[in-house]
């Protein structure tokens, strides 16, 4: 009698067990952004958001930075409606490197700056607080982040020939497009991966495979192939590959713009998505820098530049159909008044940008487009430059233009009001798809 108890009672134990082992492996999976076929979803609704750029929030995430101003700022976006930013996970170089940021997270090959670290971590906890998700990037073809010019670097290629101060982009695009086929660049950035993705949370004490707050590793911060494309596709499987067989419960996006104005970028959205372990799809536009916007002669020109945007988007957006994956316009912004890079500067048409490109994503989406989110560039929050339209030095304000720019060019202040309005408008519009498509299913 009392081994048949006793048989009872392990058998009473062993299916408890399970069935809290099972109920802890449902909990972990919820609030993550996952896909389904061309849409991106959050806990069984389709997921459309507002969202901003974010690079430098690890940095004042730094117990010994402003943390205060982090608070606020992400406080400040979640004022205006914003649930997603795109922000740096990674950043490499010592404090010798030029036209980057500073502190960086890898010093040297593996070679940690754990301050840095724990900047991400605070930073994601914070996150989490505010239920925002992040597009997490890991590495960068330009040099505002170290990327692939500091690993050629470190790999022995000599030194990156900066294009602001050669003012030759050809000879810094031949240099950084070399990363792909160079085993030992590749090998330290590989290695990379994997602290990164597979490091715990200091904070939190939640690993970072295991965080909902996460919405996807970006490989790469617009990545280009050049004249070496079929490089560049093999480091893009290789890569997505190595993620996903290291973390199964996030998404990984590529990073690149597109299909970029310029004949010889090497890029091309249909061929550099199409492999498996690429999720969704990522476009940037940049209508001043690729020449469809002169600021200076606004109103002349503002009827052609929403020409070309609806022109390249509607490209990207049928792409990215024909790919069956769901799609994100993570990049896009325009100067101030004037191209003046003072904080002071008016923001009439940029409003009036912005107003035009939100709508055109929301339309889209509206009508069933396979487009789910936007992310301006960039939040530069309570940063302000320390002289405007020159390079960020050292003990800078962050702001959302990176280091490798003149500082005032593109950022949102968090005095930009009438900006702000435009960004919550059309937050709650998108917000508002989601609440439509929630309530039809509710009906059905």
């Not at 990984?252 to 061929?271: F, M, Q, R, T, W």
Request: hydrophobic share 35%; proline share 5%; with cysteine.
């Amino acid at each position: 009698m009392n081994r048949m108890k006793l048989l009872i009672g392990l058998a009473i134990l062993l299916f408890t067990t399970s069935c809290v082992k099972s109920t802890q492996e449902q909990v972990s999976k919820t609030n993550f952004v996952t896909v389904e076929s061309d849409r991106l979803m959050l806990d069984g609704s389709p997921y459309y958001f507002m969202g901003a750029n974010y690079w430098y929030g690890m940095n004042i995430g730094m117990e010994n930075d402003d943390r205060d101003r982090l608070l606020r700022e992400l406080d400040q976006m979640k004022a205006m409606g914003i649930t997603n930013l795109r922000i740096l996970a990674s950043s490499e170089g010592d404090e010798n490197q030029e036209f980057q940021v500073y502190p960086t997270m890898q010093t040297a090959p593996g070679k940690y700056n754990e301050e840095v670290f724990v900047g991400l971590d605070f930073l994601l906890d914070e996150m989490k607080k505010r239920d925002m998700k992040a597009v997490m990037v890991l590495n960068n073809f330009w040099t505002w982040s170290g990327g692939m010019p500091q690993y050629l670097q470190w790999a022995g290629k000599g030194a990156v020939p900066y294009p602001q101060i050669s003012k030759e982009w050809n000879k810094f695009t031949d240099y950084s497009k070399q990363f792909y086929a160079d085993e030992k660049a590749s090998k330290m950035f590989e290695d990379h991966l994997k602290v990164v993705v597979g490091r715990t949370n200091s904070i939190s004490g939640l690993k970072y495979t295991e965080d909902p707050t996460i919405m996807s590793w970006q490989l790469a911060n617009e990545p280009r192939g050049y004249s070496e494309v079929s490089e560049y596709h093999q480091w893009i499987k290789k890569t997505a590959g190595l993620i996903k067989s290291m973390d199964p419960n996030h998404l990984v996006s590529l990073g690149s713009e597109g299909d970029s104005p310029g004949p010889d970028a090497g890029i091309n959205l249909l061929k550099d998505n199409a492999f498996d372990d690429i999720d969704y799809v990522t476009i940037h536009i940049w209508a001043q820098n690729w020449g469809w916007y002169n600021p200076a002669n606004a109103a002349e020109e503002f009827d052609n530049t929403e020409k070309e945007v609806v022109e390249y988007l509607t490209k990207h957006v049928n792409d990215a159909k024909t790919l069956g994956k769901p799609a994100v316009l993570e990049e896009f912004g325009i100067a101030r008044d004037n191209d003046d890079y003072s904080p002071t500067a008016t923001t009439q048409w940029r409003d009036k940008y912005y107003g035009f490109v939100f709508d055109q994503v929301y339309q889209l989406a509206k009508e069933g487009a396979p487009i789910y989110g936007m992310n301006f560039w960039a939040y530069s929050g309570e940063g302000r430059p320390r002289a405007p339209k020159e390079f960020w030095q050292k003990g800078d304000d962050f702001l959302g233009d990176p280091p490798h720019e003149p500082q005032g060019w593109y950022g949102v202040y968090d005095k930009d009001k009438s900006t702000q309005e435009v960004i919550l408008q059309y937050a709650q519009k998108m917000q508002g798809i989601s609440t439509d498509v929630m309530a039809e299913n509710v009906e059905e």
